[in-house]
């Protein structure tokens, strides 16, 4: 089963992927992941549902009535943020429950509402299919410069490397 | 900043609420910052409970512990949160295979030959027919088959290496043969002492990656240490504790005072730790611009970087090429 972090790292790195699911974490020395959890903590301190296990596989930040509600410390990856809701969605549909989705970019006073489309659904069918083959795949997809590399927990791990002599 | 700390003194180190204190012999008390803090070194004597270790598993402290002689006993280890069955597979696939362990243990004594080369190369004029002979040696690893004969063609290196100190050190500190267990002159106690450090700085770094610290290459693995750090140490010794050794006697910051002399065995004393670990951490904090990560990088820092480019070898990513001081 595919997880929520997963599918947002999916969409920003598919090396942050196989790495993050090979048990490879660089989280929790980061200052940007610390920040995070703490935001995760602090948020919604008036829903009661909070932080909900669905069938042992993916957390759910909060509950709002007709909402599934996630923070984000901004919205840099809103494309992989949005990913991450859709799929949240998705799971829950095909358990019956019809969800929308409101991603809040707190420091930035901007909330986003998701819907799911039949179009998403493809979408996310599709992204977990190629998760699994990542997942599955014997070693790392190849290192790619990407323009947010140097604000990633993985940078040092990726960019550990010997010049020229 | 995450830092370390030394305690010399007797007495007793305790949790009160969430705060770690240590309180000497005579009560004083002084405070630890708890969540700076990334490792303890004890070398004196000191009362522990368990309600002390929990706060040190909560901030993710190592706490090492050395015995009377300054000799390593053992490490305090928080619960290992970074598990990965499928790097520590891959370690010991890589282990298992002869010639993937060879590959290992010759790039880690190619480091630590071109470090030991670096730092007597220094000293050009008095320590040429040292490096003639090392370089010869050298040569022979290439075509070494057994991990044994690797271990035969480094003792000799080190050898050579250890002898050229006698032309580098401006006091009179005379290297005869290296002597552990116990060191019998005051060089190999600076010797011993600095590469027990070595020994748990890189520990510490282990610690925080995904790898296995008992499945090693050129060491055997064992059931007494963590050999995995012994492989590592042999390119931080050279690149670290024996410039520190070198820079110490050679301005007279440790001298023959330094040491206490008990029937054959020779040891730092309290204020020759104390200076060395001074120097040590300075060193250990020292930055070197990194000619990848386009970052200022630390010596510690580069212990890291070398845990994290072995778990690029073992999952296929990148082929290990061991650090080279360019610099």
């Not at chain 1, 598919?14 to 048990?23: D, E, I, Q, V």
């Not at chain 1, 599934?68 to 809701?85: G, T």
């Not at chain 2, 212990?303 to 001081?325: N, Q, S, T, V």
């Amino acid at each position: 089963m595919v997880s929520g972090v997963q599918m947002q790292y999916y969409k920003v790195c598919k090396r942050k992927l196989w790495l993050f699911s090979k048990g490879i974490a660089m989280e929790d020395e980061h200052e940007r992941v610390i920040e995070g959890k703490i935001l995760h903590e602090r948020a919604y301190p008036r829903l009661e549902d909070r932080e909900i296990l669905v069938d042992d596989a993916f957390k759910l930040d909060a509950l709002d009535g007709e909402y599934i509600r996630e923070v984000k410390l901004s919205s840099k990856m809103s494309e992989a943020d949005r990913f991450q809701m859709l799929y949240y969605l998705y799971e829950l549909k095909k358990r019956g429950v019809q969800k929308k989705g409101l991603i809040s970019y707190t420091k930035e006073r901007k909330t986003e509402e998701i819907e799911l489309t039949e179009k998403d659904e493809v979408a996310i069918e599709k992204a977990i299919k190629e998760i699994y083959a990542i997942v599955h795949s014997a070693s790392p997809p190849k290192l790619k410069k990407l323009p947010y590399c140097t604000k990633c927990a993985y940078y040092e791990f990726c960019f550990a490397l010997e010049g020229d002599d | 900043m995450l830092r370390d700390h030394y305690i010399f003194s007797n007495g007793r180190l305790k949790r009160k609420d969430n705060t770690l204190y240590f309180f000497d012999e005579e009560e004083n008390k002084k405070s630890l910052p708890v969540h700076q803090t990334d490792n303890l070194y004890v070398f004196g004597e000191i009362d522990l409970n368990s309600s002390l270790l929990n706060l040190l598993s909560q901030h993710d402290v190592h706490l090492h512990v050395f015995n009377y002689y300054g000799f390593y006993a053992g490490t305090f280890c928080p619960r290992n949160k970074k598990v990965s069955g499928f790097t520590v597979v891959q370690q010991s696939a890589h282990y298992l295979d002869l010639e993937k362990r060879l590959y290992m243990a010759k790039a880690f004594l190619q480091s630590a030959v071109h470090h030991m080369l670096r730092n007597i190369r220094r000293y050009k004029e008095k320590t040429e027919q040292y490096v003639q002979v090392i370089e010869e040696e050298a040569k022979k690893m290439d075509s070494a088959t057994t991990v044994q004969e690797l271990m035969g063609i480094e003792g000799r290196i080190r050898q050579h290496y250890y002898q050229s100190f006698n032309a580098i050190l401006k006091q009179d500190f005379i290297f005869e043969k290296r002597t552990k267990q116990p060191p019998q002159d005051p060089l190999n106690a600076l010797i011993s002492f600095g590469n027990s450090l070595c020994y748990t700085a890189v520990l510490s770094e282990i610690y925080k990656t995904q790898l296995d610290p008992t499945i090693s290459f050129l060491h055997e693995p064992s059931t007494k240490r963590f050999s995995l750090c012994l492989d590592l140490a042999e390119i931080f010794k050279p690149l670290i504790v024996d410039v520190v050794i070198i820079s110490c006697i050679n301005n007279r910051i440790i001298t023959q005072k330094h040491f206490d002399f008990l029937d054959g065995m020779v040891l730092l004393n309290e204020e020759g730790k104390k200076r060395f670990i001074k120097e040590w951490d300075e060193k250990l904090s020292t930055t070197v611009q990194h000619r990848k990560l386009k970052r200022k990088v630390s010596y510690r820092y580069f212990i890291r970087l070398e845990c994290y480019k072995l778990i690029k070898h073992f999952i296929g990513d990148e082929p290990y090429k061991p650090l080279k001081a360019w610099w």
